[in-house]
């Protein structure tokens, strides 16, 4: 015969790695508790994390607004984080590349998933740029972007 035991709100909880991800409320009606998922908040626009950065491309007459995480591929789910779909210009920003573990980039499969997708972003025509989060607020990444839109133009 099972031995039935009590669960502990302990017990109800997610791991630790996914604790964030979830809340405690009150049940309105019993009044015991409740374990309920957080409502994902709305991704930051690039827009709002490099300000400098569209700043600078919106007093610049020559270089168009770009679209931001721009799906290029009709099956596969893959976006680009700015892209210039008329001038075939796509500008990728290589997060966690300072983390311990490289982050995304950091592991093997990472990387290959990367290679493809950037294969087949070439295949369809577009040139890449790819920058960090740093040179992105340095404008480093402006200075490159501008220098691509000038070679265009000539």
């Not at 998922?37 to 007093?59: N, V």
Request: net charge positive; charged share 35%.
């Amino acid at each position: 015969m099972a031995i039935k035991t009590r669960l502990t709100l302990d017990d109800l909880l997610p791991s630790k790695r996914n604790e964030g991800h979830y809340e405690i409320d009150q049940d309105k009606k019993t009044g015991k508790p409740k374990i309920r998922k957080k409502k994902k908040a709305e991704p930051l626009l690039y827009r709002h994390k490099f300000p400098m950065f569209f700043r600078l491309i919106g007093e610049n007459p020559s270089i168009p607004d770009p679209e931001e995480e721009f799906k290029f591929h009709p099956t596969r789910r893959w976006r680009i984080d700015l892209c210039w779909p008329d001038q075939k210009l796509a500008l990728e920003i290589e997060g966690g590349t300072y983390m311990a573990k490289g982050g995304h980039r950091g592991s093997i499969t990472g990387y290959v998933k990367d290679v493809e997708k950037y294969n087949a972003l070439s295949i369809k025509g577009f040139s890449l740029l790819r920058f960090t989060p740093q040179q992105m607020d340095s404008c480093e990444a402006y200075d490159y972007l501008r220098e691509w839109f000038k070679k265009r133009a000539e």
